[in-house]
């Protein structure tokens, strides 16, 4: 059916309670890039939620299926899916039912540009850590007002805090400071999402035997860092101003990484 003939009935969980939560996933090539790391945090969502997925979620067969929505919107060479899974049925806050039904949409998408940008502190937010932060739906408000005022302030992303003013991640990226050769990240207790280039990036880090800290840190720490970048599952884009301070972009090291990585 196409999307812009899908109709939803009113007691429909996602629009009644946004009772469900949202994947982002990037085509290269024809590939669905680091696939088994959605199917994790599908994983984590379900359970967090008490969600039944079915088991052509793992088996290979919604792989294929979302590989062929991208052949249909053209998107084969570069293309972003967004996959959408809520709880079925009907019920109040109290549900009637752990089955899911599932949406997804592709487009053709391009690539990030490698130029710096310039963040400013989110005033009007603040993150929050629960059993739903770590994956995308469940606090989709809080980003898209942090949207609006980015939007008002000019900056080309914002810094979300959390409630103690240590350093979360930005709108709809992680990110990361390097400083004396060890790699920063935000802990997941300052309630920031668990983004999938996050996961990959500390897995290359164990692999290389750089040193990680996931960490709390208030936002001044990024000013004596050697080089500040924000990472989603589109690419990794270094930050070169944090408010009014200068910050630096290390892009020797940051290109090495996206190799590495291949992204």
Request: charged share 20%; aromatic share 8%; net charge negative.
């Amino acid at each position: 059916m196409p999307l812009q003939d899908l109709k939803l009935p009113i007691t429909n969980r996602a629009f009644q309670y946004s009772d469900g939560f949202f994947e982002t996933i990037m085509v290269v090539d024809g590939q669905i890039r680091f696939w088994r790391d959605h199917q994790d945090r599908i994983r984590e969502a379900a359970a967090a939620l008490q969600l039944a997925i079915p088991t052509y979620f793992w088996d290979g067969e919604l792989e294929e299926n979302l590989l062929q929505l991208v052949k249909q919107r053209k998107a084969i060479e570069y293309g972003r899916i967004k996959l959408k899974v809520w709880r079925a049925g009907e019920g109040l806050y109290t549900p009637l039912s752990n089955d899911i039904e599932w949406l997804a949409n592709a487009e053709v998408a391009h690539p990030i540009p490698d130029s710096g940008i310039q963040i400013g502190i989110c005033q009007s937010v603040r993150t929050l850590f629960s059993p739903l932060s770590h994956f995308k739906g469940p606090q989709a408000p809080l980003y898209v007002l942090a949207g609006m005022e980015k939007k008002a302030s000019g900056f080309d992303d914002m810094l979300l805090l959390d409630a103690k003013g240590n350093v979360a991640e930005l709108i709809s990226s992680n990110i990361f400071w390097l400083k004396d050769g060890a790699l920063y990240t935000p802990a997941l207790e300052t309630g920031c999402v668990n983004g999938i280039l996050r996961r990959n990036i500390l897995r290359w880090c164990l692999q290389q035997g750089i040193a990680v800290r996931q960490v709390l840190a208030i936002p001044e720490e990024l000013v004596q860092a050697d080089c500040v970048f924000g990472t989603n599952i589109t690419g990794i884009r270094g930050i070169e101003k944090l408010e009014d301070s200068c910050l630096r972009i290390n892009h020797d090291w940051l290109q090495g990484m996206k190799a590495g990585l291949q992204v």
